[in-house]
C-alpha cells in the first residue's frame, strides 16, 4: 500500500467543520505536514507537527496526532469558500524531504 | 508571495527530445529540492541540491539530472522525453543549517510538461 494514505473527496457546507484524514506507515515519521495547493498553484506549508506532539492549533486549523494508529488529521473550522482546495499530508524523517499521500479535494458549498 | 519562481510555466515536448526547467529559489535559501506532480497524484521527490551538490535523490532514472548555481537557482534537465513525463514540475526551497535541517519548503508555482 502506499506510504501516506488519504480519502480523495471531502464536500462540507460553508460555516461548517471540515476534517480531513491520513494515515501513514512509517513509525520513525519526525515531521508530519499538511499543504494546501488551489488550482493552477504550487504547494502551500498550511502547519506541520514534530511526531512528539499530539495536538496543534493555529487559528481556524487544528492538527490531531495519534502515533500509536499512525493517524493524523486536520480540521478546518468555519470553512470557507475559500478553503476549497486539494490538501496533502506528508511525513518525513531526518532527511526532511515528505512523502506526500495523493490528496484529498474539499469542496465547500453554500 | 513565498517567493519562489519557475518558468517556463507550461511547456509542449516531443517524446525523444530534451527539456530543461528553471527554479530561482527564495532569497537567503541554500537548498532546492524538485518534484514531479502527475495529474491527480501527490509530488514525487525527484533530488535535492544543497550548496550545489546533490544531496538525496528519489526513485528517478539517471535522465533526470539538476544543477544548482551559486546564486541558489537551479536547473532540472530531463533528457530523452517519454510520454510519461507529462506532469507538473515542482521545485521548493528551503534554508538548511550546518547542523539541523530545514521542515519548512516554499513551493513555487510548478512548471507544467506535457509530452506528445
Known amino acids: 500500500g502506499e506510504d501516506v494514505e488519504q480519502s480523495l473527496f471531502l464536500s462540507v457546507r460553508e460555516g461548517d467543520s471540515s476534517v480531513i484524514n491520513c494515515t501513514y506507515t512509517?513509525?520513525?515519521?519526525?515531521?508530519l505536514y499538511w499543504y494546501k495547493q488551489e488550482p493552477g498553484a504550487g504547494l502551500q506549508l498550511l502547519t506541520y507537527?514534530?511526531?512528539?506532539?499530539d495536538m496543534k492549533q493555529d487559528q481556524r486549523l487544528t492538527v490531531l496526532l495519534n502515533k500509536k494508529d499512525k493517524h493524523l488529521s486536520l480540521r478546518i473550522a468555519d470553512t470557507q469558500t475559500g478553503d476549497s482546495a486539494i490538501y496533502f499530508c506528508?511525513?518525513?524523517?531526518?532527511?526532511?524531504?515528505?512523502?506526500f499521500g495523493r490528496g484529498t479535494s474539499l469542496i465547500v458549498h453554500p | 508571495e513565498t517567493g519562489v519562481t519557475q518558468s517556463p510555466t507550461h511547456l509542449i515536448k516531443t517524446r525523444g527530445q530534451q527539456v530543461t526547467l528553471r527554479c530561482s529559489s527564495q532569497s537567503g535559501h541554500n537548498t532546492v529540492s524538485w518534484y514531479q506532480q502527475a495529474l491527480g497524484q501527490g509530488p514525487q521527490f525527484i533530488f535535492q541540491?544543497?550548496?550545489?551538490?546533490?544531496?538525496g535523490r528519489g526513485n528517478f532514472p539517471p535522465r533526470f539530472s539538476g544543477l544548482q548555481f551559486p546564486n541558489y537557482s537551479s536547473e532540472l534537465n530531463v533528457n530523452a522525453l517519454e510520454l510519461d513525463d507529462s506532469a507538473l514540475y515542482l521545485c521548493?526551497?528551503?534554508?538548511?543549517?550546518?547542523?539541523?535541517?530545514?521542515?519548512?519548503?516554499?513551493f513555487g508555482p510548478g512548471t507544467r510538461l506535457t509530452v506528445t
Open positions: 541540491y544543497y550548496r550545489e551538490e546533490e544531496n
Open positions: 506528508a511525513e518525513s524523517r531526518g532527511s526532511y524531504i515528505p512523502t
Open positions: 507537527i514534530f511526531s512528539n506532539m
Open positions: 521548493a526551497s528551503s534554508l538548511v543549517g550546518r547542523t539541523s535541517g530545514s521542515n519548512e519548503q516554499y
Open positions: 512509517d513509525s520513525s515519521s519526525t515531521y
